[in-house]
């Protein structure tokens, strides 16, 4: 591929991407979103995360993840739900799924 048409795609999604940055904003304070659309994008970021927990936790690749992995992010996410300092949450869950694999738990 030519360098020069590398470095010009490059170049444009640049400025695409930090024209759209910049425009949220700039135009911010010009457009009122209705409340409705508002509790409908707070939902949908909730669903999005959790589907990608939900990705992550239960699947490898292709195949099944196993126990281990789902059980250390189910207790990640229970003492995440109580509070727990993110650190204490982190190592709960990875200790949780290195316990269980250690004792032979896939």
Same mark, same amino acid.
Do not use: Y
């Given at each position: ?12 999604? !640049? ?27 707070? #939902? ?12 992550? !936790? ?31 949450? #982190?190592?709960? !869950? ?13």
């Amino acid at each position: 591929m030519n360098n020069t048409v590398l470095l010009g795609g490059i170049l444009v999604l !640049a400025i695409g991407t930090f024209s759209l940055r910049l425009a949220g904003p700039l135009l911010r304070t010009r457009f009122e979103l209705p409340e409705r659309a508002q509790q409908v994008m707070s #939902v949908a970021a909730v669903v999005l995360l959790a589907a990608l927990v939900a990705t992550a !936790a239960l699947t490898d690749g292709q195949t099944h993840a196993g126990i281990a992995r789902p059980a250390g992010v189910l207790v990640g996410g229970v003492l995440a739900w109580r509070k727990t300092p993110f650190v204490l949450v #982190v190592v709960a !869950a990875a200790v949780t799924a290195a316990g269980l694999r250690l004792l032979g738990v896939p």
